[in-house]
């Protein structure tokens, strides 16, 4: 009996563990819950990096369309996003929630400077959900310690952006279509 409960208690956690609106800790990607399921209008803007991520300079927009399938992993932090020396970030937040996004990434590495260099990163992402409106702010910041003169110093970028929902993406999340028929017809069918 001890080995059932074992055997259901892992296969429990594992479920558990592929839930939507968990995070994947090593990927820096999160499970889409249902509320967050759909086609989105999306319009980011990223600001100049400063020290504090109180850029007020807009050096980039984006608009894009994007979709989003319930159960299904999206890529909140990309690989692009860390510095190319980070290992083995890790991932910790709520993930997706009905309201909320809410991840958090960090990883450390050694910095191109003399003087044995070393970089913190952390990556953060915090949603909100309103209906079919979203409001979204992404962190990058990187913090480098040097025994180098002039090679270390904090740096954040934010990224904010809105999502409008314009499709619940049933048809773009792989959902058969089907034809309406009325049921005296699909009891011909079976017959």
Not at 66 to 77: A, H
Not at 82 to 99: E, K, R
Not at 134 to 147: D, H, I, K, P, Q
Request: glycine share 12%.
């Amino acid at each position: 009996m001890n080995r059932r409960n074992a055997l259901t208690a892992l296969i429990l956690s594992s479920v558990l563990s592929m839930a939507a609106g968990s995070v994947r800790a090593a990927t820096g990607g999160a499970i889409v819950t249902d509320a967050w399921a759909g086609v989105w209008d999306v319009y980011e803007q990223t600001y100049q990096a400063t020290s504090d991520c109180g850029g007020v300079v807009v050096i980039r927009t984006h608009s894009f369309r994007d979709t989003l399938c319930t159960g299904e992993e999206f890529s909140v932090f990309s690989t692009s996003d860390w510095f190319g020396s980070i290992l083995s970030p890790g991932c910790s937040g709520d993930g997706f929630t009905a309201t909320a996004l809410h991840l958090r990434c960090d990883g450390n590495g050694i910095y191109p400077c003399p003087g044995n260099s070393t970089v913190h990163q952390t990556l953060e992402a915090n949603w909100t959900l309103s209906g079919d409106f979203a409001t979204t702010v992404v962190t990058n910041t990187m913090s480098v310690t040097s025994g180098y003169p002039g090679c270390y110093g904090t740096t954040c970028t934010k990224t904010t952006g809105t999502r409008t929902r314009v499709s619940d993406g049933a048809a773009a999340c792989g959902a058969v279509p089907t034809r309406r028929q009325t049921w005296g017809k699909l009891k011909l069918l079976y017959r």
